[in-house]
């Protein structure tokens, strides 16, 4: 009568997602936060290159880049607690 929800009753939750075809996911060993803010390593000109991001969405394996990454940048994933902007890298390429 009330529209109140009791203890032991059922009810049917409709949620709307919405999707973003242009969000960008990265691995989360891939993100570094620190105090200033989360930031990653690019490799650009066979050399590390910290940049700043800023996140959104996170999963259980990935969180989304919603500024500070650019379609096509290379994203270090492994060994970047060895790194520091300016390290010289020799890695090969994973395709997924």
Known sequence: KNNEILPGSYAQV????????SAM????????PNAEGDFLYLFKNGM????EVKTGIRTDTDVQITDGLQPGDTVITAGIIQLHPGSKLNFSLKQE
């Open 48 to 51: 590390a290159q910290k940049q």
């Open 25 to 32: 996911m990265v691995p989360s060993e891939a993100l570094i």
């Open 14 to 21: 409709e949620l709307g997602v919405s999707t973003d075809r």
